[in-house]
């Protein structure tokens, strides 16, 4: 039944999902107390204290939601208006080089993946979801040509590396908090947030080349727009990660109303010690 009706709502125009979504984004927003305070907190801590970006992050949020099953269902001709920056990729791969990209809940993250799967194979790394039935659909829409799923465990990492070495693609959500001592306390937004190692670890591999990609969702169910592009030049006495993160915070403030603001990217993973 899961399926049937995840194939049925594809059908829909992507404005009409998006339209659901939005109102779907209000309900989760009014009925819960805790996302709506990280929510809040998280905007206000980045400085965004307007209510035109809190309302844009509400309406995002169930629009990430709703917009998955036409993501994962219709051709990406139908939904992909234009990518800026393949040439960063082009470069790269003439240079023999694997790509590792960094994918932050901004946006349509999900077919940023996609998109370079059309290109080339891909290994994305995951936490799998709670319910099985979920997991199913998962196996199959993420299964398809060249797109792979890594686990978020050990041997999820060693297919990372496989597929580095076979000079091919993974992608990770950076912004993602990991388990103890997968991270380390970086300051991202001007807070301290545990923030994982492994994809900087990954892209300072010889033979590495990493980029950020971004799916930019456009008005009115208009489509999206995929961006690619390197990192920031490092700041002096800057670590790797600090510097992946002030170049998420970057792409984030082009569309801060398309990020993930209710995640709890503060939170403190079991076991890890607060910084001192």
Known sequence: MPRF??????R???AILHAMGALLGWAIYGLSPTYRRHLRDNLAAAGYRDGATR???IAGAGRLVAELPAVWLRPRAELVRRVDGIEHIDAARAAGKGIVFFTPHLGCFEIAGQCVADLFPITVLYRP???AWLQRILDEVRGRGNMRTARAEFSGVRELLEALARKEAVGILPDQV???GEGKWVEFFGRSAYTMTLGVRLAARPGCACLLAFGERLAAGAGYVIHFR????????????RRLNRALEELIRERPGQYLWGYNRYKTPS?????G
């Open 5 to 10: 009706l995840m194939s049925l709502a594809a």
């Open 12 to 14: 829909f125009p992507l």
């Open 55 to 57: 309302r844009a992050a």
């Open 129 to 131: 979801p709670k319910h």
């Open 178 to 180: 990991p388990g103890v």
């Open 230 to 241: 390197p990192l920031p030049a490092a700041v002096p006495g800057e670590s790797e990660l």
């Open 271 to 275: 076991g890890a010690r607060q910084p």
